[in-house]
């Protein structure tokens, strides 16, 4: 088990310090310059490199993109877009949701479908460790708290399953409803509830909570809204799945339906990897996988 945060340690690249020192050295040697040399060279330190491409910390370039992947090759049946890919809740009403007792807890969030709208169920779990210290059991309650029309409605989850996610006897559910096209110029075709992610597992303290943490300051005019937006990612074998990732959006005290600023830049922030940036720290599971497994960074 890991005694640091799971999460938020930044993943900087080392920059050669002593070697430049040593050619500093050697530039500095000897009691003449060679003629027109105009003295030893200045050394010069690199700057850290901005996170790669699909870093778990997402550039706004990079989020878009997943968004767009999704958006292109997942659809309702027959060509019909998805709806409601991208929905926001206040933080201050995600925070309803804060896990109780010690230790590392998980966000685990259920996708659902109601018509062609993606229909999310939200909880958090406790983590328990493993003999692997990059994986993580848990166990999802009975209940989840569905999100729609703006609020959080109690629901048991069989149920809430049933009626968005998985009945083998409905045409309008999650997998029954949904296609995804794994390569540019394949065909879309039906999930598959034993492979296809139908929920997403979000570390709670070092994703939701660091997130928040690292771009709270600075807007005292405005509130903090957490939005969850479908991306799509590529797991090891090269298919497509549906993942969830998330960032803060900005909306004015005053006036909260004047429109909305989203905390998001393609700029690199070494010691606060999530500031301005989304994040995609989720461990994508099918139904019956109480499994997180944190991912690379």
Same mark, same amino acid.
């Given at each position: 088990m890991k005694t640091s945060n799971i999460l938020t340690s930044p993943r900087n690249a080392a920059i050669a310090v002593a070697v430049a020192a040593f050619v500093a050295v050697l530039l500095g040697c000897g009691t003449s310059n060679p003629p027109n040399a105009g003295g030893p060279a200045a050394v010069t330190y690199a700057a850290p490199p901005p996170p790669p491409a699909d870093s778990m910390h997402l550039l706004d370039s990079t989020y878009q993109r997943l968004h767009g992947l999704f958006t292109a090759n997942f659809d309702a049946g &027959? *060509?019909?877009?998805?709806?409601?890919? @991208?929905?926001?809740?206040?933080?201050?009403?995600l925070l309803q949701l804060a896990p109780g007792g010690q230790g590392l807890h998980a966000l685990h969030i259920d996708y659902g479908l109601s018509g062609d709208s993606i229909r999310l169920a939200f909880c958090t779990v406790a983590l328990s460790p493993t003999g692997d210290s990059d994986r993580f059991s848990y166990t999802v309650g009975s209940t989840v708290k569905d999100w729609n029309r703006g609020r959080f409605t109690n629901y048991d989850r069989t149920q809430w399953r049933a009626r968005y996610q998985f009945d083998?006897?409905?045409?309008?559910v999650y997998y029954s409803k949904v296609r995804v096209r794994h390569t540019p110029t394949g065909s879309f075709v039906a999930l598959d509830p034993h492979t296809d992610a139908g929920a997403d597992v979000l570390a709670w303290e070092d994703e939701v909570l660091a997130l928040q943490d690292q771009n709270a300051q600075g807007h005292p005019d405005s509130t903090l809204h957490t939005v969850f937006r479908c991306i799509g990612r590529r797991d090891a074998e090269a298919q497509l799945r549906h993942g969830m990732a998330l960032h803060m959006r900005l909306r004015a005290v005053q006036a909260p339906n004047s429109g909305y600023r989203d905390l998001l830049d393609n700029n690199h922030y070494p010691? &606060?990897?999530?500031?301005?940036? *989304? @994040?995609?720290?989720?461990?994508?599971?099918p139904p019956g996988n109480g499994y997180y497994e944190l991912p690379p960074q």
């Open positions: &027959r *060509g019909v877009p998805l709806l409601h890919t @991208a929905q926001e809740i206040p933080f201050d009403t083998a006897s409905s045409t309008t010691t &606060r990897p999530l500031h301005m940036h *989304g @994040a995609d720290f989720g461990s994508m599971n």
